[in-house]
T-cell receptor, first 113, second 114 residues
Framework: AQSVTQLGSHVSVSEGALVLLRCNYS??????LFWYVQYPNQGLQLLLK??????LVKGINGFEAEFKKSETSFHLTKPSAHMSDAAEYFC???????????FGTGTRLQVFP | NAGVTQTPKFQVLKTGQSMTLQCAQD?????MYWYRQDPGMGLRLIYY???????DKGEVPNGYNVSRLNKREFSLRLESAAPSQTSVYFC?????????????FGEGSRLTVL
């Protein structure tokens, strides 16, 4: 069964610092991969998705992620954190060729002034 | 733009009581899903409906039933609530089955079972 592992349940950065949230997947074939963001008391919304068109994927709010098959990774980055980026971030993989998403356990990002 | 609407937003039940969580989407989406979110466990799929008239079990279906009432509405029922079902429940939808998993989520329903 496919799965994703998010390293670090909490990440803290200063405003203006680099944001790096880690995600590794387990799959024998290149999967569809996603990053979702959840702001407090809200549902999840899609940040970006990888569907094999390009290994570097740009998303909303200045976030991007790079698919690295050799490392089975799909880490999320943003060059300069903003206070409004404080939220919980979920990496997800599609199960086979279905729309059933398997989510990681989430990483809560805190941004300090 | 309502998107995905869930009711109720909060509910407290006693063990053994039943209740139904309602979900409606106004985006003309074909597929709908119910997830539960628990601390440290991310989101887990309970049931999904790939299209109107079909429903299938997800990862954690025990203790739940669903009804795809029409294209817009997908309800989740707890027949006999248990404390282990204390969770935040999210309904989601996407345009059609096979559209690479871009899900649109509701704001969640927080359920506490005493």
């Amino acid at each position: 069964a496919q799965s994703v592992t998010q390293l670090g349940s909490h990440v803290s950065v200063s405003e203006g610092a680099l944001v790096l949230l880690r995600c590794n997947y387990s799959s024998s074939v290149p999967p569809y991969l996603f990053w979702y963001v959840q702001y407090p008391n809200q549902g999840l919304q899609l940040l970006l998705k990888y569907t094999s068109a390009a290994t570097l994927v740009k998303g909303i709010n200045g976030f991007e992620a790079e698919f690295k098959k050799s490392e089975t990774s799909f880490h999320l980055t943003k060059p300069s954190a903003h206070m409004s980026d404080a939220a919980e971030y979920f990496c997800a993989v599609s199960e086979g060729n279905t729309d059933k998403l398997i989510f990681g356990t989430g990483t809560r990002l805190q941004v300090f002034p | 733009n309502a998107g995905v609407t869930q009711t109720p937003k909060f509910q407290v039940l006693k063990t053994g009581q039943s209740m139904t969580l309602q979900c409606a989407q106004d985006m003309n989406h074909n597929s709908m899903y119910w997830y539960r979110q628990d601390p440290g466990m991310g989101l887990r799929l309970i049931y999904y409906s790939a299209s109107e008239g079909t429903t299938d079990k997800g990862e954690v279906p025990n203790g739940y039933n669903v009804s795809r009432l029409n294209k817009r509405e997908f309800s989740l029922r707890l027949e006999s609530a248990a404390p282990s079902q204390t969770s935040v429940y999210f309904c989601a939808s996407n345009l059609r089955w096979g559209s690479t998993g871009e899900l649109f989520f509701g704001e969640g329903s927080r359920l506490t079972v005493l």
